[in-house]
């Protein structure tokens, strides 16, 4: 099993910057991609940003120049920088963690971004 803990969510006004942190543990070994998702209120679940062990990189258009994901493989954690930060970027910051088969088999407890207008 893969667990994974998620740091780093606060309030920023509209401008400012967070950076989450993921960090994984168990069997690291079955992980092939980790990715952040986000969940507003009322809204569904998104992706944001995905990292690949390959190191191929996808973002949601809605945060594209603003939002980097990496990672550190000694850590075993995963990163995403958010800058330029808008108020609909409020929601719950979920990492996972993904096999080879694009199989999700972790989340995150979750960590609250709050953006103020």
């Known amino acids: 099993q893969v667990q994974l803990v998620e740091s780093g969510g606060g309030l920023v006004q509209a401008g400012g910057s967070l950076r989450l942190s993921c960090a994984a543990s168990?069997?690291?070994?079955?992980?092939?991609?980790m990715g952040w998702f986000r969940q507003a209120p009322g809204k569904q679940r998104e992706l944001v940003a995905i990292i690949t062990n390959g190191g191929r990189i996808n973002y949601a258009d809605s945060v594209k120049g603003r939002f980097t994901i990496s990672r550190d493989n000694a850590k075993n954690t995963v990163y995403l920088q958010m800058n330029s930060l808008k108020p609909e970027d409020t929601a719950v910051y979920y990492c996972n963690a993904n096999n080879i088969y694009a199989e999700v088999i972790s989340w995150g407890q979750g960590t609250q971004v709050t953006v103020s207008s």
């Open positions: 168990g069997s690291i070994r079955t992980i092939n991609a």
